[in-house]
């Protein structure tokens, strides 16, 4: 069980782990051990998603999940098959938990008196210095 939230609650059925072998450096055992965790969840067919949170999962991380609905995670930081999993896990939580609750709605503001005198003011500074500017007459 992968627990994410009071509501959501991911059975381990509905994940799927695979091991592969692991790129990069690795001594004599490269060539022999799948460390690398590759970890498969359907979001669309989850039971466990809310359909508002499948929706913000879906708007923010849609261009991670396949045609069919899975999303792909992999980790391969670690050694240890075991610590790769449990990062695989850790990530997919992490992503869940950025869209478990709805965005608070922005509430409008005004600028406040003391603002708008301030922007008056400089406005009106620029503007007298711009006004100086011009072409110098030779009526003297």
Not at 5 to 29: H, L, N
Request: one cysteine or more; aromatic letters at 8%.
């Amino acid at each position: 069980m992968l627990f994410v939230t009071d509501f959501i609650i991911i059975p381990p059925d509905e994940i799927d782990f695979t091991y592969v072998r692991s790129s990069g450096p690795g001594g004599q055992a490269v060539n022999k051990v799948s460390s690398k965790a590759r970890l498969r969840w359907n979001v669309f067919q989850s039971r466990a998603l809310p359909f508002s949170v499948r929706q913000r999962f879906l708007d923010r991380f849609g261009n991670r999940v396949t045609l069919q609905g899975d999303l792909l995670l992999t980790s391969d930081q670690h050694r240890d098959r075991m610590m790769n999993r449990d990062e695989c896990l850790d990530k997919l939580k992490e992503m869940l938990l950025e869209v478990a609750y709805p965005p608070k709605p922005r509430r409008k503001t005004k600028p406040t008196k003391g603002s708008r005198e301030r922007t008056k003011v400089g406005k009106k500074h620029q503007g007298e210095k711009k006004k100086f500017r011009g072409k110098v007459s030779r009526e003297d």
